[in-house]
C-alpha cells in the first residue's frame, strides 16, 4: 500500500509539473522563455509512458501520462498562440 501511494504522489507531481509555467505564460501573455524543444520532447515521453501503461494496464500509469500529455499540447498550442 505504501508504494502504492508514493505512486500516486509521484505521478501528482509530474502530471502537474508544467502547470506553473502554463500559467506564467498566460499571465504574461509570452513564450519567449519557453523551450518549445522541452515541450515536445516531454510530449513524446509521456505519450510513450501512457502506451507502456496501458501495455502493463496500470491506471496510475495511464491516467497520469495521458493527463501530462493533454497538459503539454494545451502549453504548445499557448507558446505558439503567444509567439
Known sequence: MEWFIIGIAA????????????IKMHR???????SLATL???SAGVFLWALYGIHLGD?????ANV??????????VLYYYLK
Not at 28 to 34: E, G, H, L, N
Not at 67 to 76: C, E, H
Open 59 to 63: 491506471p496510475i500509469l495511464i491516467a
Open 11 to 22: 505521478a501528482l507531481l509530474t502530471t502537474f509539473g508544467f502547470v506553473p509555467q502554463i
Open 28 to 34: 504574461t501573455k509570452s513564450s519567449r522563455d519557453v
Open 40 to 42: 515536445v520532447q516531454f
Open 67 to 76: 493527463i501530462s500529455f493533454i497538459t503539454l499540447a494545451a502549453a504548445i
